[in-house]
């Protein structure tokens, strides 16, 4: 085969094949289309960054603010608990004593009749 036959057949096949074409590529072009793209999904990526920064923040602030409505109503219930204890034991007192006002009384009665039933049973 002449060398010119074999030169077109060899080019015929570089310039069909995409792989290895490289005849009519603007190289400097590409260049700047790859670096403008990495460019762009480097800035994606910073703003989402930043976006997530924000969330986050905005979160833990949420959070926060949860966690402090939670404990002043525990602090509430428990002002509230304390409070009706007291009044428990007050109202108990008040009964105890009462009670024993009319205990003794009610005691002495008690013992007498004891005494009195018991006497004539056993004489």
Known sequence: MPKKLVD??????????DRQRTI???????????QEK???QEEQQRA???????WASSWELVTERAERKAEAIRQRQLTYRMELWE???AKQKEARAG????????????????????????R
């Open 48 to 54: 989402r960054r930043e976006e997530e920064a924000v």
């Open 99 to 122: 009670a024993s006002d009319t205990s003794d009384a009610s005691d002495a009665q008690a013992a007498a009749g004891f005494d009195a039933g018991f006497g004539q049973s056993h």
């Open 8 to 17: 077109a057949e060899t080019r015929r096949r570089r310039v069909l094949d």
């Open 87 to 89: 009044q428990i034991e």
């Open 38 to 40: 990495r460019t762009r």
């Open 24 to 34: 009519g590529v603007d190289a400097e072009g590409l260049d700047r289309q790859v």
